[in-house]
């Protein structure tokens, strides 16, 4: 939803204002798209008034649909950026405009090569500035700033740590443009752009807390279950150098634009009931009763008029009338949720069984990660089982494995003399890549490939390991991944094409996709587009009509409670035997190329949020189980006779 200009404040606990207006908006293109029809009507009052338009832009992935929607409006709509100058915020610290990872690189290949800004007037940190110059430099481009009058708009960011640029903990609001030590947060952040932590810059030059609070208007956007937190301790907690996001409290005119996920946290979306009267639908209830249980330590049935009364709820028990009646029907619910066949049982009447499964996995190990048990449950009840790998995933294998498969292929060859001179030529033209790569720069094709090979044999051996068939298992290799480095390109007709195919030549009868959009490099998020595009070709098809599609989640994040439609447990043998299937995933063992933010091995964050869902499950009052994977029933395709 998108609340209105006097809901969009929110209030914390203690019904007090939050310090920073907000938007939410159903998704982050809709913040984007909304983020840049205000950077252009400002554009064009500013050269209606002959000024110049001082633009503050950041750069990273969550600018990157502001940035497309600008440049559209400038191809389809005219809009000229003539009369506009424009300031980056930040960028690292040793870095050449050329390197893939450079703000320069990303500012003109998003924006700045497809506009009509005036050359003359852009102005991004120097990278290469030497360090006797630093000082001088920052003060200069501090003083540029000046000169042109000062920024009209800012558009933000924030990181793990409340930075705002690159503002790391203990920032002041008198800190000027000037270099920086980035935060390990921040560096492990961005190691994904990098190829490895161990190859982000420790250093970087950032406009400082006090150049951004000094800009006219500031817009901040957020994206995504990894912004909640930080979001809400933006908004609502108290300013603190600690977070230098919070400073953003102090400014006249800023807004926050987020989209529901990293809105979550924010009191008025985590506990709307406490601030203001609402609508009690089904999920809202079911919310509220599950806080409720979590908070007095009760299981649902045991909760009193009392407890309803005491803590903000007295609406919900005055329209049902009784906390007996609230704690039956959300007890039957949950109680429903729980099921050992994920596909349904053979005696259940107009049912069909078995049935024809197509899990998409984004990756090829995020199958197993997220749902392994239920996906052997589904093999071992013999349903038709197909797996679908979107993407190759070789971006996520380190050099040394890959040099590793390559020097056996020599030794393998040359110990049985089948080594041929076109064979002879790839090895030595891979090692000789791998040998001499430098540090976050893009692999060879050939090297693409090994790696990519290397990513398909681990998914082969894990699924066999849940009993799926390996005629049943689908490399679909989706071009927009295809690009060798870490930023993709926007997916297109041939990645629906490919997933179109492959869902009418098997006609399922369930779908499962990856609902967890918090993957460090956004593949996840561009995934489930592919499906839903590819769902939309499919939808008047005859074997569409009696289609269901599941969402899960695990590598990332995991539902809530009040989220999951089924929820399926797994015995202590099943858990074993999930573990036994990402351990085939050896090049993501010990330490994955791309982590995230949560430090953890897949296995260890799959085995900890399935064992804390069955654990709230029991406190809930509810079975007890070993692991429980949780789903989310995707109603966007649905028609009326879909059950």
């Not at 907000?22 to 982050?28: G, I, K, L, S």
């Not at 110049?52 to 005219?78: D, N, W």
């Not at 740590?161 to 609001?173: A, C, R, V």
């Not at 005491?310 to 949720?337: C, D, H, K, M, P």
Request: glycine letters at 6%; one cysteine or more.
């Amino acid at each position: 939803m998108r609340l209105d200009s006097k809901r969009q404040r929110g209030f914390p606990t203690g019904n007090s204002p939050t310090s920073i207006p907000y938007r939410v908006f159903p998704e982050a293109r809709d913040a984007s798209e909304a983020a840049a029809q205000e950077i252009a009507t400002l554009v064009r009052s500013r050269a209606a008034e002959g000024r110049t338009c001082i633009l503050g832009l950041a750069t990273g992935s969550t600018v990157v649909k502001v940035y497309s929607a600008l440049v559209r409006m400038h191809q389809e709509q005219g809009l000229s950026f003539e009369n506009v100058a424009v300031f980056v915020l930040d960028e690292f610290l040793p870095m050449t405009p050329e390197c893939l990872q450079s703000h320069v690189r990303f500012i003109y290949e998003h924006l700045l090569d497809h506009i009509d800004v005036p050359r003359d007037r852009i102005f991004v940190p120097d990278g290469t500035v030497s360090q006797d110059q630093l000082s001088d430099y920052c003060l200069k481009f501090e003083n540029r700033i000046d000169e042109m009058g000062g920024i009209d708009m800012l558009l933000l960011g924030i990181g793990r740590t409340g930075h705002i640029g690159f503002n790391e903990p203990g920032s002041g609001t008198d800190s000027r443009t000037r270099p920086i030590t980035l935060d390990a947060i921040t560096r492990i952040d961005s190691a994904s752009n990098f190829f490895g932590v161990e190859n982000v810059p420790r250093r970087a030059i950032t406009m400082g807390v006090g150049t951004i609070l000094d800009a006219r208007r500031i817009i901040l956007l957020a994206f995504g279950e990894g912004k909640a937190s930080i979001v809400a301790r933006a908004v609502e907690g108290e300013v603190a150098p600690s977070v230098p996001a919070t400073f953003l409290q102090q400014h006249d005119d800023v807004e926050f634009f987020l989209d529901s996920a990293a809105a979550a946290n924010l009191e008025a979306f985590r506990a709307p009931w406490l601030v203001d009267e609402v609508k009690w639908d089904d999920i809202l209830v079911r919310r509220a009763v599950i806080a409720l249980s979590q908070s007095v330590e009760k299981p649902v049935l045991m909760l009193t008029d009392a407890d309803y009364n005491n803590n903000g709820l007295q609406s919900l028990l005055a329209e049902y009338g009784s906390a007996y009646e609230i704690n039956l029907s959300v007890f039957r619910y949950l109680q429903n949720t729980i099921t050992g066949w994920p596909a349904g049982k053979p005696d259940q009447p107009n049912t069909v069984f078995p049935k024809r499964v197509v899990l998409f996995s984004p990756h090829p190990d995020d199958d197993v990660i997220s749902m392994g048990g239920t996906l052997t449950r589904l093999a071992d009840q013999n349903h038709e089982v197909h797996v679908a790998y979107q993407t190759s995933g070789n971006l996520a294998v380190f050099d040394d494995d890959a040099l590793r498969f390559a020097e056996f292929v020599v030794d393998f060859c040359e110990q049985y003399d089948v080594m041929t001179e076109p064979c002879r030529q790839l090895t030595s033209k891979m090692v000789d890549a791998l040998q001499n790569k430098t540090a976050g720069s893009i692999d060879i094709g050939e090297v693409q490939k090994l790696k990519g090979l290397i990513r398909r044999g681990e998914a082969a051996a894990g699924a066999r390991v849940c009993g799926v068939h390996d005629d049943r298992l689908h490399h679909l290799d989706l071009p927009f991944y295809e690009t060798g480095k870490v930023r993709k390109n926007p997916f297109g007709a041939e990645d629906i094409q490919i997933t179109v195919d492959l869902l009418r030549s098997i006609k399922p009868h369930q779908i499962y996709a990856a609902g967890d959009l918090s993957d460090p490099h956004g593949t996840h998020r561009v995934c489930i587009d592919i499906i839903f595009a590819a769902c939309e070709v499919c939808r008047n098809d005859d074997w569409f009509q009696s289609c269901v599609i599941w969402l899960y989640r695990g590598a990332w994040q995991e539902w809530a409670p009040h989220e999951i439609e089924m929820a399926v447990p797994l015995s202590p043998q099943e858990v074993d035997r999930k573990r036994d299937a990402i351990f085939k995933h050896e090049s993501q063992k010990d330490r994955a190329l791309f982590p995230g933010s949560d430090a953890r091995e897949f296995w260890q964050r799959a085995e900890a949020r399935n064992a804390q869902t069955a654990n709230i499950y029991d406190r809930l009052g509810l079975a007890q189980y070993q692991a429980i994977e949780g789903f989310v029933r995707w109603k966007g395709f649905e028609s009326d006779n879909q059950s």
